[in-house]
């Protein structure tokens, strides 16, 4: 039997819903040591984040959107490092510790382009929702250099934020390797895995409706075109944004990567992809 390499693994697969009480980035800096990845770049990151989203690095102000926070990259880095750990014990072509490294500094970064710079007062980061994929690559570039990341390295984080992004496919894009193709593929599954099967989902869900409704005010996309027209018609949305959209590109785009998170010795399991069905009933049970 595979013994696991971390002590989390099973405590969060069998014993509790997944993700349960990870509200910032202090889990995600004990799973990734625990999994072996480098301390000084783990250490570096997440200082980095942590000090972006509170505002206290340079002229960013703290984040002040309520979906997009904080929460939401550690959930997302805590599933991409569930995935990695997943893929690596699976010992067929395993990724390398520098490829998790280059997955978490993605990931941890995907939604940087949310917060906004002193003097840039009006509104919140919703306001930049439809560019913020370009922005987080922008802040990525300059931030990561100094964490030891060659150039070529900083090339791929930035090509598996853009698959972060809703027209993201990372079977098109460029990669140094096809092992860093497959965490873009990670990093992208995490991204909706950690938001939809996290506890905090149905509550969070109207923060997002917000957001959405600032960005298009802001872009001056008319109501007749937006994608929601009210808090409720998201929620409607929610069961066939999953079935209809989520789950086929987990399994297309992504390459059902998110096979990684069953728990081991138990095929078909997965306690991710079960916390997001209930999830999901629990909303539409609402009677929206
Ligand atoms: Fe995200």
Known sequence: MVQSLT?????????EPPLTGVNDLAPVDRFARSLGLDAFLIGGLVQLTENLFAGRL???????????????????????????????????????????????AAMMLHDSGFLKTRGDEAGTGAKYTHSHVLRSCALAAS???????????VDDVLGMIRCTGLAGRPDKANFSSESRRLVACMVASADYIGQMAAPEYPEKLPFLFGEFEEADDFSNIPREKRMFNSINHLLAATGSFWRGFVLPKLDNEFVGVYKYLETPGRPGRNPYIEAIERNVALISARGV
């Open 143 to 153: 931030v990561l250099p100094p964490l030891g990341l060659r150039r070529d390295e």
């Open 7 to 15: 002590p989390f693994r099973h405590a969060a697969r069998e014993e």
């Open 58 to 104: 340079w002229s960013f102000l703290p984040i002040d959107v309520r979906y997009h926070d904080l929460q939401h990259s550690a959930q997302a880095s805590m599933c991409l490092l569930a995935l990695g750990d997943g893929q690596r014990q699976a010992k067929v072509n395993p990724l390398s510790i520098r490829d998790l490294e280059l997955g978490l």
